[in-house]
């Protein structure tokens, strides 16, 4: 049987102050309002963008706590994760990568204004990335 000091006693007994837990459904609403007031989502389909943005980017970040500890133990501790469970948990983190890029992209190109662009003549060639300038 081993005996504890009671330096080591407090040291085991001292807890930190708990972190305020912020519930799933809170961090969603968190950050949703955040992307819908730097997009101004107004319309129902700009606020269901803003919500799978929030959704994605919260997957991404709690996917990424949960491979950089499982990576860390790894190394640490030499413990029996397998590669293929962080290979598999990699996959999910660059799936909902490209979730939240694709609801990003679409909700900036909804908030863009339209182009309006008359075409007066017999042949047009329109190239991708061309500059139109404004006559004044």
């Given at each position: ?41 107004s ?15 919260i ?28 290979e ?49």
């Amino acid at each position: 049987m081993t005996t504890t000091s009671t330096d080591e006693k407090k040291a085991l007994t001292k807890t930190k102050k708990p972190e305020k837990v912020i519930s799933a459904t809170a961090r969603v609403e968190n950050v949703t309002s955040l992307i819908k007031t730097e997009y101004n989502c107004s319309t129902p389909v700009e606020r269901m963008l803003a919500e799978q943005i929030a959704l994605a980017q919260i997957k991404i970040l709690d996917h990424s706590r949960i491979y950089q500890h499982w990576l860390s133990a790894t190394w640490r501790n030499s413990s029996p994760i397998k590669g293929r469970e962080i290979e598999a948990l990699s996959k999910q983190i660059d799936r909902a990568q490209r979730q939240m890029l694709a609801a990003l992209t679409a909700l900036r190109q909804l908030k863009q204004p339209q182009l309006q662009v008359n075409v007066i003549a017999k042949n047009a060639f329109v190239a991708q990335n061309q500059q139109i300038n404004e006559v004044q």
